[in-house]
């Protein structure tokens, strides 16, 4: 199975991270940053996405971007991205700075396989106000996986962004990536939908879940993507398939939370008391549960 074969690459090549039970990480996917013109998404989410950050900053936690954050296949020109954005930037260039920040590259911004594009886009940036060019993400190297190693009982969580495996969006995106800008982008603005995503689309959706659990029972592996932009956290008896959700839902953004030797899916979103006063809240929507209940036992 090419899902299997995809896996298994990512996984070869995976950046690893050992983590205890003092480790703290915060993984958030699919933020598709555009923008801010009517097909930025994320534009809706961006002050809940700053509020999370801060918090899990002065938290002492590492950042994990699981690949889509940026949404290069509509907006190929990062400077526009980057300028409608640029407190978030500068938001998650405080843990580059603090050597917190990991980042991953899913298909819609894929371009970050290409080391000349990263050193060109991403290192510096040029400041309109003063004219002077400022350092951004110097250095930074943009991977395809990470592979967390439970120092307590041995277990391997592989996190990717999840489009290994998916025809349209891993071997065919340059095709996908075509329709998208010049068609989809501007259809899916009046209601239509486009059926090569998965987060639109319920049967990709499903064969992509259920061709990784193959995988996860297969290799005896904790998997964590994105991707489908549908959050999952496992039941009682399931497989460990975790998925991180997406920042760009109309109630707010998911994430996954490894933390304390425990995992859990949570969500932030704008809640009003009983006053009305609008407040930005994080929730657990699932967990949190011990990494080491999720152990395959030979």
Sequence with gaps: MFTNKRLNQAYKNA?????????KYIIFSDSHRGDDSVSDEFARNQIIFLHALDYYYNQGYIYVEAGDGDELWEYP???SIRLAHSDVFLTIKKFFDDERFRILYGNHNIYLKNKNYVR????????????????????????????FKYKRTGQ????????????MNDQFWFGAMILLRYFW????????????SPAKNLYKRHRIEKNYK??????KKILICGHTHRPKFPKE?????FNTGCCIRSKGIVGIEIADGKIALIDWRIKANKEGVMKITKNYMRGPEP???????S
């Design 15 to 23: 950046k690893i991270e050992y983590i205890d039970d003092h480790s």
């Design 77 to 79: 020109n990062f400077k």
């Design 120 to 147: 060109k886009n991403y290192f510096t940036y040029y400041d309109e106000y003063t004219q002077k060019t400022y350092p951004l993400f110097p250095g930074l190297t943009p991977y395809e996986a990470i592979l």
């Design 156 to 167: 391997e969580i592989l996190t990717v962004h999840g489009h290994q495996g998916d025809f």
């Design 185 to 196: 982008r501007f259809a899916h603005v009046v209601g239509f939908q486009n059926p090569a």
């Design 214 to 219: 193959v995988w996860i029972r297969k290799y």
């Design 237 to 241: 008896r399931e497989l460990p398939y």
């Design 291 to 297: 990494i080491e209940k999720y152990r395959f036992r």
